[in-house]
T-cell receptor, first 113, second 114 residues
Framework: DAKTTQPPSMDCAEGRAANLPCNHS???????VYWYRQIHSQGPQYIIH???NNETNEMASLIITEDRKSSTLILPHATLRDTAVYYC??????????????FGKGTSLLVTP | DAGVIQSPRHEVTEMGQEVTLRCKPI?????LFWYRQTMMRGLELLIY????????DSGMPEDRFSAKMPNASFSTLKIQPSEPRDSAVYFC????????????FGPGTRLTVL
């Protein structure tokens, strides 16, 4: 699986957009980009994933550069409850594979009032 | 659905004792994963099962650790004998066969070995 690089920490004001970057310059053509987050004392939670196109769901948007070497997770209107560690994971997906996740250090996002 | 259920939520034991952690995956899910989280090593995969069969246990630290899945609705992770360095939060996760993109995690068991 491709290695990912994320800033260790970020701050964001409540109500503003939080833009979390992830570098995955060695990504291969069949690897997906996933984002999970972990709120303090809870298990990780799936946010979103993408392959080539930008994606949006009720939680966030995922912007993937055209060369796929980096991506950005966007929380459009951050709230205090979005304070968490955010993990960017790159993984090949096969229908018969376990798809075990390889979590790195992640980015600790602090949303302030 | 109640989600992935883990028990106990907290466990404190003394070195040398046997510890058993339990997990009930989401009904209908075909894969079950055990992860361990520490400050030093972060979140790391220990083992995973497909249809109750262990597929990859390369992350299990040593022979003191064992995991079983006797049926589709129950799995255990056992540490015998436990050591202080086993202190960590242990997470169980599950996913559907068709749901390759999303794993659902339980709340974790915080284990402290004195």
């Amino acid at each position: 699986d491709a290695k990912t690089t994320q800033p260790p920490s970020m701050d964001c004001a409540e109500g503003r957009a939080a833009n979390l970057p992830c570098n995955h310059s060695t990504i291969s053509g069949n690897e997906y980009v996933y984002w999970y987050r972990q709120i303090h004392s809870q298990g990780p939670q799936y946010i979103i994933h993408g392959l080539k196109n930008n994606e949006t769901n009720e939680m966030a948007s995922l912007i993937i550069t055209e060369d796929r070497k980096s991506s950005t997770l966007i929380l459009p209107h951050a709230t205090l409850r979005d304070t968490a560690v955010y993990y960017c994971i790159v993984r090949v997906v096969r229908s018969n594979s376990g798809y075990a996740l390889n979590f790195g250090k992640g980015t600790s996002l602090l949303v302030t009032p | 659905d109640a989600g992935v259920i883990q028990s106990p939520r907290h466990e404190v034991t003394e070195m040398g004792q046997e510890v058993t952690l339990r997990c009930k995956p989401i009904s209908g899910h075909d894969y079950l994963f055990w992860y361990r989280q520490t400050m030093m090593r972060g979140l790391e995969l220990l083992i995973y099962f497909n249809n109750n069969v262990p597929i990859d246990d390369s992350g299990m630290p040593e022979d003191r650790f064992s995991a079983k899945m006797p049926n589709a609705s129950f799995s255990t992770l056992k540490i015998q004998p436990s050591e202080p360095r086993d202190s960590a939060v242990y997470f169980c996760a599950s996913r559907r066969l068709a749901g390759v993109h999303e794993q659902f995690f339980g709340p974790g068991t915080r284990l402290t070995v004195l």
